[in-house]
Nanobody, 124 residues
Framework: QVQLVESGGGLVQAGGSLRLSCVVS????????MGWFRQAPGKEREYVAT????????YYADSVKGRFTISRDNRKNTVYLQMNSLKPEDTAVYYC?????????????????WGQGTQVTVSS
């Protein structure tokens, strides 16, 4: 069974930064794309970013483009989300997910495994 464990969430003031990490169990991490999603209180979960299996391509939701950076270290089975210039509207539970393939994927149905989430709270 594949397990994903997120860390790095917390409380930060607007304009600040956080770096989320997600460690993935198993030996096939380097074959699959990874993504980050988030769910704010009272809202549906939404797509944030994707990185392809080898890290060569990244994709972002318009709401985070230019502020967030997704990266991965295949030697450590870890994907990261560097979040800069945080805004109160970025407050949400952030989830990492392992895709069903190595390619670009933005919809939840294209992801097979999910972490439990880590809370990010941005104060104004």
């Amino acid at each position: 069974q594949v397990q994903l464990v997120e860390s790095g969430g917390g409380l930060v003031q607007a304009g600040g930064s956080l770096r989320l990490s997600c460690v993935v169990s198993g030996r096939t991490f380097s074959l699959y794309a990874m993504g980050w999603f988030r769910q704010a209180p009272g809202k549906e979960r939404e797509y944030v970013a994707t990185i392809t299996f080898n890290g060569d391509d990244t994709y972002y939701a318009d709401s985070v483009k230019g502020r967030f950076t997704i990266s991965r270290d295949n030697r450590k089975n870890t994907v990261y989300l560097q979040m800069n210039s945080l805004k109160p509207e970025d407050t949400a539970v952030y989830y990492c997910a392992k895709a069903r393939s190595g390619r670009y994927a933005t919809v939840e149905e294209n992801y097979e495994y999910w972490g439990q989430g880590t809370q990010v709270t941005v104060s104004s």
